[in-house]
């Protein structure tokens, strides 16, 4: 269905009655009762939100080589290298417009690596705009749009309060054609294994989402956004009636931060490692339900042993609110905001009790002290920090981390034509465990006549003597 100022096709409206006084809100929710209301329209809805979701175009400068004018051939047939050939690349995608002085959001995806960002309203005006701040683990970035004009809002619901089989609108700019509204339910909740995300936790949608709907809203009956469009399940590059939005509640946390001039969007540290419940897991542990996030490892120190938490202990609700899984769990914990507490409900051995859990930022257990390492050894040239849980965070790592990790690698050094790569951790070196830089940078310093590095890379341990 395509949507401009003109007319709206299509659209028919499965209405709510009015909510009675007292009344909860699951008791407002109902059929259809006659055909008079199978006719109501949604384009006054539409006409009240259209101005607040916008076209986000990205360009992207890049250079292109053709290979054989790398020929010695050519080199001295022109008596010079040819010079490399730019071009431009142009995404498309979708946003909404969160605040009144022209604060946009829209997926970090839309936006990735662009050099200019245009925003173009749904009555026909452009305008540039800037990153304020974006985080590839959620998949969301925000913008600010260059103009001291306001801006028509879209108000932000609360995805808690979103259940399966809601009616929603989606609206977004598929393919690039305009801006176009499309109508479904929500037709499941709390989905994870989607995409590439920290936060595997979204609402599922039969409102038909294509490509450049990424960005766009999901909004419900009363006007307000509940999500922002993000990926669909397809196999043909097409809707299939299964699309997914981050919710609104993650949204609202993130703009929140970015209001405050936070430069990324930082989760708090538990402290803990966790693992789904599978069916076995639950009915060892007395479970009635395979649900919940199981602790595998609580972290000396961290906020989680401060708690209480064990190993082998279940994570089975958040403030009231029931956890399905992992994903789930780090889901609610970041909504809930830094400097807050929370109440999980923890399940051991059958027996529910309660816990209560201050949320903070990752904290930098030792400073870390960036070295770039030099001398006649296999480590030469590269740039080496001490880990810690705000380093991990910062660099996409497990809190957990240990040792010492490689930042960055000067390119013909020693380092980069052994095969060192960045964020490889060294673990030990000459049978010596490595805690620190200086640590490294004292062994190194004592040349042996060969070197045997231990690494973790990726979550698999390397050994290797140079000589």
Known sequence: MIFNRSRVLGLV???????????????????????????????????????????????????????????????????????????????????????????????????????????????????????????????????????????????????????????????????????????????????????????????????????????????????????????????????????????????????????????SFERPYIGATFEPVTS????????????????????????AAKAGLKPGEVITAVNGIEVEHPDALGYRLATAGLGTSVTLEVMDNGEKSAVKLSLAGPPETQPRDERLLKGNNPLAGALVANLSPRLADELHLPSDLKGVIILRIKGGSPADDVGFRPSDIVLSLNGTAIDSTATLEAQLGQDQGFWQVEINRGGQIFRQIFR
């Open 280 to 303: 076995e897991v639950a009915s060892a542990l007395g479970l009635t339900r395979a649900r919940g996030a199981l602790i595998v490892k609580v972290v000396d120190g961290g906020p």
């Open 13 to 263: 409206l499965v209405a709510s009655l009015l909510p009675a006084a007292g009344m909860r809100a699951e008791e407002t929710k109902t059929v259809p009762q006659s055909a008079a209301e199978m006719q109501l329209s949604f384009a006054p809805l539409v006409k009240q939100t259209s101005n607040s979701v916008v076209n986000v175009y990205a360009e992207r400068i890049v250079q292109r080589r053709s290979p054989v004018f790398d020929d010695p051939f050519f080199e001295q047939f022109f008596g010079q290298r040819m010079p490399n050939r730019t071009e431009k690349q142009s995404s498309l995608g979708s946003g909404v417009i969160a605040t009144a002085d022209g604060m946009v959001i829209t997926n970090n995806h839309v936006i990735e690596g662009a050099d200019d960002i245009k925003v173009a309203l749904a009555d026909g005006r452009e305008y540039p705009c800037e990153v304020v701040m974006k985080d590839e683990r959620v998949d969301l970035a925000v913008l600010r749009i260059k103009s001291r004009d306001r801006f028509a809002a879209l108000t932000i619901g609360n995805s808690d309060q979103v259940e399966v089989g809601d009616l929603v609108l989606a609206i977004g700019n598929p393919f690039g054609v305009g801006q176009t509204v499309t109508s479904g339910i929500v037709s499941a909740l709390a989905r994870n294994q989607v995409v590439k995300s920290e936060f595997g936790f979204f609402i599922q949608t039969d409102a038909a989402i294509n490509p450049g709907n990424s960005g766009g809203a999901l909004m419900n009956m009363k006007g307000e956004l509940i999500g922002i469009n993000t990926a669909i399940f397809s196999r043909g590059g097409g809707s299939n009636g299964v699309g997914f939005a981050i919710p609104a509640n993650l949204v609202k946390a993130f703009l929140n931060a970015a209001e405050r001039g936070a430069t």
